[in-house]
């Protein structure tokens, strides 16, 4: 059996909390090239107490801070890109982390830190 802790690449791609699949609609705000506001309605594909995976049109690079408004309550919270995937339509997976902890933004409650699922997560680094 291995122990994630002693390998390093399992390690890595371990999660600072568990991961929920949830589609919620969000308004994303940023600053376009010409340095004027742009906004998109987007979704979530899923969230975390420290972030989020959206898959969104508009073009962002990594390290660029953003704005995310939650549709429903109107509350705003600065993220930060983390990674952008190509994905199919023209859109990109858009992986951000909050700016400062949000663990209520997305309304919903989270599983337990010391919670495990029945089956692990499969990663590339299992095979």
Aim: proline share 9%; net charge neutral.
């Amino acid at each position: 059996m291995t122990n994630l802790s002693s390998n390093p690449a399992l390690a890595h791609n371990r999660r600072r909390s568990q991961r929920v699949f949830l589609r919620l609609p969000i308004l994303v705000i940023a600053r376009g090239p010409d340095k004027q506001h742009v906004s998109e309605n987007a979704f979530t594909t899923n969230v975390n107490a420290h972030g989020a995976l959206v898959l969104m049109s508009m073009r962002v690079e990594v390290g660029q801070k953003i704005l995310f408004r939650h549709t429903e309550t109107l509350e705003e919270q600065f993220v930060r890109v983390i990674h952008v995937t190509p994905a199919p339509e023209g859109k990109s997976e858009v992986g951000v982390e909050f700016l400062k902890p949000a663990p209520k933004f997305w309304r919903i409650s989270f599983p337990p830190d010391d919670w495990t699922p029945h089956d692990p997560e499969i990663t590339a680094d299992t095979f």
